[in-house]
Structures are given as structure tokens and as C-alpha cells.
């Protein structure tokens, strides 16, 4: 029952839905780092619902950091964060006792568990952990920031309706990293508006794909198998609810293209070597090759649903039929954007610490 992850950096999530509390623990950073707590309110912010589009359950998130940092820098021990939880309505669902909700963790979770889980708001499989992933990659986005590595996403797609591609992307991530609702085409947030609502009208959801950059990063992270850069980031979005594929560069529209095309031609600038096309995605045998590291996620929709869907009562052993009751997201990709960010800025510097020591990000 491993809810830890990282080697050289570490964080580990405790928490359910309607516990009493959520948070991280976070391990393994260098001290003297600063921790700025109006960012990590800033970046729980950017996790939190948005208006008519979202739930509507409005947590605080008033986070405490119970160790680890004295004042603002970072000891070098754990920092533990707390994130306690308020706006809770039990109630609501009553039904998980017995009856899962399709797509959902409830039928896993009792198999796993043999009926001692936490049910409440989907226990510890709730999107409402992330919180706490939020708060810790917070920390983790400053330290690689004082680096010169910077991180953003921005909602390639929901629905049927496509953001543009990146461009400038100093521009680009300056941008996104101010913005709650984070697309670069700014016409194009009244249409995936447009389908989110329509979607809750009909008691149903959406799902989309968020596209991250990361600037920045040296070449010469990461290692050529079981650690390839490609494998650690996946293996930590893949941890986030709702994320259900992952691909780097041109992803699988490579498969595709003839070897001549696909292929990044080196050449030189500056005394550094580039590459002409980006197709890897900034990584190469599974090592960073100093070009941005590009990926993207795609996004289920959320799979509970007020409208009526087939299920079993899987203590009865029977067919039965549901529509969930409680408050739940229409679209989770616009909340899931600042997710992605933090969870990859905790697995880059975990890979960063391995390469050049624990103190590489420390304050010098």
C-alpha cells in the first residue's frame, strides 16, 4: 500500500476526501530553498473550482506547514503540509456502500481494501488529494524555477475544441502561469465553455488533453532504461486521477511519419547544440537533450454522473442502476492544468537530484 513517491526527493500523500485532513509530505530537498506561501496559495488557487463550469463544493484549501521550513527556507527535513478539509456532505454518498459508480474507483477500491475504505467523496482516490500535490509541487516549481526551469500547461482540447499550438514559448509560459483558465487562443475559452455547460445540462461530462512544456533543463538527466525521463514522468502523471494517456514529443503521430521526418536534425547555435524539430520531445534514450521536454495528457471525463448509468450492488451480487447524487465537475481538464504542472515539477527535480546531488537545488 505505497502512496510514496520519488528516490532522491520524495513525497508521500496522506488523506480522503471527507477526512478530516489532506496533505504531503515532502522529502529529500536541499536546505535553504525559499518557500513563498502566498505561491502556494497562488498555485492551490489555479486547482480550485471555476465558477458554474465546476463543482460546487468550495474548499479554502488553508494550508499549514507543519515541518520543514523555518523561517521561509527549507531545514533540509521533511516538510509536512496540512490541508484540513470543510465543505463536506457525507450524505451524499451513502450509496458507495454498495453500488459503484462505473469508471470510478469504488468497486477497486472495496476489492482492495475488503470493505474498510474510506467511500466518502471517493476516500483516498479523490481528486481532492491532489491539494496536496499542488501545495508540495509548489515548492518544488520555485526551486526549479531559481534554476531557469520553468513549467506550463495549458488546455490543448476539450471537448472537440483545440487551443493553438505553442509558439513563443517564453511568452507563452508567462502567460499561462497567470492565468486560471489557461489556454493561449483566448477566443477559444467561450467554446470550451460552451460544451462544459452542455454537458452539465445533460447530466454528463467532457474530457480533453492538457499539452505541458518545460524549459530550461540541462541535457544529461535521466537515465536510458527503468529511469528514462519519459518513464518518470509518466509514471507520476499516470498517478493523477483521470489522466489516461500520455505521449512526448509528436506522441503517436510519429508512428506515422517516415524515419527522415521524424527524426530532429542536430545543428549548432550559440556554441550549444539544438535540434531543428522538436518530435522527440526533448528527450532522447530516455535522457534530456537540452531542447524543451514536451508532453501531453489526455483527460477522461469525470465518470460520476447525476444521469442514470448501468452498475452492479457488488455486495448483493445483482445488476442495479445509478445516478449519482453530490457535487461533481462537468470537466475536470481546466483544474487538472496546474495538477500536471506540480506533479512534474516534483519528478524533474527528483531526476535533477539524482543526476547533479540533493544540493544542486539548494541555496549556494
Not at 10 to 34: C, N, W
Request: aromatic share 6%; glycine share 12%.
Amino acid at each position: 500500500m505505497k502512496n510514496t513517491f520519488g528516490n532522491s526527493i520524495s513525497v508521500t500523500l496522506f488523506g480522503e476526501s471527507h477526512g478530516r485532513s489532506i496533505g504531503a509530505v515532502l522529502d529529500g530537498l536541499a536546505p535553504g530553498l525559499t518557500v513563498d506561501e502566498e505561491f502556494i496559495r497562488e498555485v492551490l488557487s489555479r486547482r480550485r473550482p471555476v465558477g458554474a463550469i465546476s463543482t460546487a463544493r468550495r474548499e479554502a484549501d488553508k494550508f499549514s506547514i507543519e515541518s520543514g521550513v523555518f523561517n521561509g527556507k527549507t531545514t533540509g527535513t521533511p516538510i509536512c503540509i496540512v490541508i484540513p478539509n470543510e465543505d463536506t456532505r457525507s450524505g451524499d454518498y451513502g450509496q458507495m456502500t454498495t453500488l459503484a459508480r462505473p469508471s470510478h474507483a469504488d468497486y477497486t477500491a472495496n476489492c482492495k481494501y475488503h470493505g474498510f475504505e474510506d467511500y466518502r467523496g471517493g476516500g483516498h482516490f479523490s481528486g481532492r488529494i491532489t491539494a496536496a500535490l499542488c501545495a508540495a509541487g509548489a515548492i518544488c516549481i520555485s526551486a526549479l524555477k531559481e534554476k531557469g526551469i520553468n513549467i506550463a500547461t495549458h488546455i490543448k482540447q476539450i471537448a472537440d475544441v483545440c487551443d493553438r499550438d505553442f509558439g513563443d514559448l517564453d511568452a507563452d509560459i508567462n502567460k499561462l502561469n497567470k492565468m486560471d483558465f489557461a489556454v493561449l487562443d483566448d477566443s477559444k475559452i467561450g467554446e470550451m465553455f460552451e460544451r462544459i455547460t452542455a454537458a452539465k445540462n445533460d447530466g454528463d461530462s467532457v474530457g480533453g488533453v492538457l499539452e505541458t512544456v518545460v524549459t530550461g533543463l540541462p541535457a544529461g538527466a535521466g537515465e536510458p532504461w527503468f529511469d528514462s525521463v519519459e518513464s518518470l514522468l509518466s509514471h507520476a502523471l499516470f498517478s493523477i486521477p483521470a489522466i489516461k494517456g500520455v505521449e512526448f514529443g509528436a506522441g503517436f503521430s510519429i508512428a506515422s511519419m517516415r524515419g527522415s521526418e521524424a527524426n530532429d536534425a542536430f545543428y549548432m547555435a550559440g556554441g550549444a547544440v539544438k535540434t531543428k524539430t522538436n518530435n522527440s520531445g526533448g528527450i532522447n534514450g530516455g535522457i534530456t537533450n537540452g531542447m524543451p521536454v514536451v508532453v501531453r495528457c489526455a483527460v477522461r471525463p469525470t465518470p460520476t454522473l447525476s444521469k442514470e448509468q448501468q452498475t452492479v450492488d457488488f455486495k448483493a451480487g445483482e445488476d442495479a442502476t445509478l445516478a449519482a447524487r453530490g457535487r461533481h465537475d462537468p470537466c475536470i481538464v481546466h483544474r487538472a492544468r496546474i495538477v500536471v504542472d506540480c506533479v512534474s515539477a516534483i519528478t524533474l527535480c527528483d531526476i535533477l537530484a539524482g543526476r547533479y546531488g540533493t544540493d544542486w537545488l539548494g541555496a549556494k
